[in-house]
């Protein structure tokens, strides 16, 4: 069971948008920053979003990332075929006073 | 740009010591605002963080692991290791390395391909 909880699968249609929810608590989400990750299985794991909504260079604006109170969101526009993809948040838990991650989300570009 | 690798056993018995080296290329291991971690991810499942090491030697270990898990540097090979002992198949998983930056916030990038390792006798 993930600290961070995230649906564990979500679809679209090529062209569209698609937001991939991650659900916390005040100890993580509420008072860190929150990164995103795309990951493909067999290859390494992508960052795509850094301090909750800052991507990292080369990462398309396609991709954005927002935070409210103790929840982030991942959106993804003009989604593409490649987008598929599992897709994994993380964070710092005060608490457990370790790095959390989300149970990742498998995106499914139908 | 940095690029990470990891290497070591793809088989351990259980009881025994998980031993995985991590290769740094394209940057220094001995940067001011690189906390080079490990990180695993059991078949089917989400992503755990074991701890990181600062090039200093400096280390921190995620709480429930801390009494199985050493994270070791060698900067003049610019490689750090991982050290699991008493291991079980519950230890089974992809095990990847990755640079965190700064503070938490900044993530962890990059990360190597990731190896996996299955405990079983």
């Known amino acids: 069971q993930s600290v961070l909880t995230q649906a564990p699968s979500v679809s679209a249609a090529p062209g569209q948008k698609v937001t991939i929810s991650c659900s916390g608590s005040?100890?993580?989400?509420?008072?860190?920053?929150v990164s995103w990750y795309l990951h493909l299985p067999g290859t390494a794991p992508k960052l795509l979003i850094y301090d909750n909504n800052k991507r990292p260079s080369g990462i398309p604006d396609r991709f954005s990332g927002s935070k409210s109170g103790t929840s982030a969101t991942l959106g993804i526009t003009g989604l593409q075929t490649g987008d598929e993809a599992d897709y994994y948040c993380?964070?710092?838990?005060?608490?457990?006073?370790?790095?959390?991650f989300g149970g990742g989300t498998k995106l499914t570009v139908l | 740009q940095v690029q990470l690798q990891e290497s070591g056993p793809g088989l351990v018995k259980p009881s025994q010591t998980l031993s995985l080296t991590c290769t740094v290329s394209g940057g220094p291991i001995s940067s001011g605002d690189s906390f080079w971690s490990w990180i695993r991810q059991h078949p089917g499942k989400g992503l755990e963080w074991l701890g990181y090491i600062y090039y200093s030697g400096n280390t921190y270990y995620t709480p429930s692991l801390k009494s199985r898990v050493t994270i070791s540097v060698d900067t003049s090979k610019k490689q750090f290791s991982l050290r699991l002992s008493s291991v079980t198949a519950a230890d089974t998983a992809v095990y990847y390395c990755a640079r965190l930056g700064s503070s938490w916030g900044k993530g962890f990038d990059p990360w190597g391909q990731g190896t996996l390792v299955t405990v079983s006798s």
């Open positions: 993380g964070t710092w838990d005060s608490s457990l006073i370790a790095v959390v």
């Open positions: 005040s100890s993580n989400i509420g008072n860190n920053y």
